[in-house]
């Protein structure tokens, strides 16, 4: 028994230390696992002592900080109002090239006007029609891809260019977007969102292969169109230096615009504008035998907008056959009055309200019959209105 008993206490502090091994290894091992969970919900940006702290998650892993930072810089680039001036627009114009070639025009030569509708350049040129004609377009061309690269959505550019008493040589409106960096005049022309070349510019241009208006005719600011002389006049061009160079300065003083109809006044003004020279007397030329007339579709009172365009039409058409001639869908019928038109390009008579429909007036006066028996006579304008009551 002694003997018995003397063996089992001589192995007891053997087991013992067996036991104590075996519960260290325990232990490391948990330590180890919980390193490695605790380094992995780290890297996932986690707190692994959340559980013991009641903190919550952390946010600092570089995949959930980013959207943050996306959102701030979003914020931030909203926030920021890209803008231009026309101080910008003046020192485009003294820098200004097209294909390598130098087109620019100093600030004193020029007069600007910008708004979120485009950007309009009024100079006067003493240059002979080709090189009038190529230069001007190569500008409105050059000034226009100039804006694009600005980003501020400016759409167009319209160049208005004049002989020494104003009267309108040429005037032409460039699209920002996809305009021309090179290219010949007739390439320029045919990119053109529409232009007018006045009859004395294009008797002397003797260019068959290219019309002297195509398009959309240009417009001032407020939407009026630049009506162009199509005629060649008996007084002719005047491009006189020094005419040219008075009427510059004029240009760039903002103290005169292009001529108008009995007014002078700036290109940012409200009236119409003209290339006739006043008191000329002016003859039909052989290409111009036409009437030439200019069309406005207003549709701005039922939330469209404003077009102008110049048309040619044969002697003795009338208010509807320019409405026509423009392009515009239209829906008209015949009625006991003549011609009615119903809608143009969609906007329809009783869209707003059981009297609104369309109107026409021909120099700024509402004749009380249909369009389909006025008949027009050379230079007349023609606007065709959107109206909410009779």
């Known amino acids: 028994m002694s003997d018995n008993g003397t063996q089992l206490d001589s192995q007891q502090?053997?087991?013992?230390?067996?036991?104590?091994r075996v519960i260290l290894g325990v232990l490391g091992a948990a330590l180890i696992a919980f390193c490695v969970w605790a380094i992995s919900v780290y890297a996932r940006g986690g707190d692994p002592l959340a559980w013991a702290t009641g903190s919550a998650a952390f946010q600092t892993t570089a995949e959930e900080d980013q959207p943050a930072d996306q959102d701030a810089a979003t914020s931030q680039e909203a926030s920021q109002t890209l803008e231009l001036t026309t101080d910008d627009v003046y020192s485009a114009l003294a820098t200004l090239q097209?294909?390598?070639?130098?087109?620019?025009?100093?600030?004193d030569a020029a007069r600007v006007v910008l708004s979120s509708d485009g950007i309009w350049v009024e100079e006067a040129s003493s240059a002979d029609a080709p090189d009038m004609v190529l230069v001007c377009a190569q500008r409105s061309a050059a000034l226009a891809a100039w804006a694009s690269e600005q980003g501020v959505g400016i759409p167009g550019v319209t160049w208005i260019c004049e002989d020494g008493t104003g009267a309108v040589r040429m005037a032409i409106t460039m699209s920002t977007a996809g305009a021309p960096t090179?290219?010949?005049?007739?390439?320029?022309?045919?990119a053109a969102t529409g232009y007018g070349i006045s009859g004395d510019a294009y008797a002397k241009l003797n260019a068959d292969n290219i019309s002297q208006f195509a398009g959309a005719a240009p417009t001032l600011p407020d939407g009026t169109a630049v009506s162009i002389d199509a005629n060649v006049t008996s007084a002719g061009e005047n491009l006189s230096a020094t005419d040219v160079a008075t009427r510059q300065k004029d240009v760039s003083s903002g103290t005169v615009g292009v001529t108008g109809t009995g007014t002078s006044s700036g290109v940012g003004s409200s009236s119409s504008v003209t290339g006739a020279?006043?008191?000329?007397?002016?003859?039909?030329s052989t290409q111009n035998a036409k009437v030439r007339v200019t069309v406005t579709i207003d549709a701005r009172a039922d939330g469209g907008s404003s077009s102008s365009y110049i048309v040619s039409l044969d002697p003795g058409a009338t208010a509807y056959d320019a409405l026509v001639a423009t392009g515009?869908?239209?829906?008209?019928?015949?009625?006991?009055?003549?011609?009615?038109?119903a809608a143009i390009n969609g906007y329809a008579e009783k869209d707003q309200g059981g009297e609104s429909g369309w109107k026409y007036a021909v120099n700024g006066s509402y004749p009380n019959y249909s369009a389909g028996a006025y008949t027009l006579s050379d230079g007349d304008a023609v606007a065709w209105v959107y109206v909410t009551s009779a």
């Open 98 to 107: 097209f294909d390598g070639t130098d087109v620019s025009l100093e600030k």
């Open 13 to 20: 502090p053997s087991n013992g230390r067996h036991a104590a």
């Open 277 to 284: 020279q006043s008191g000329s007397s002016s003859a039909q």
């Open 182 to 190: 090179t290219g010949d005049l007739a390439t320029l022309l045919s």
């Open 328 to 341: 515009a869908g239209v829906n008209a019928r015949s009625t006991a009055m003549g011609i009615y038109v």
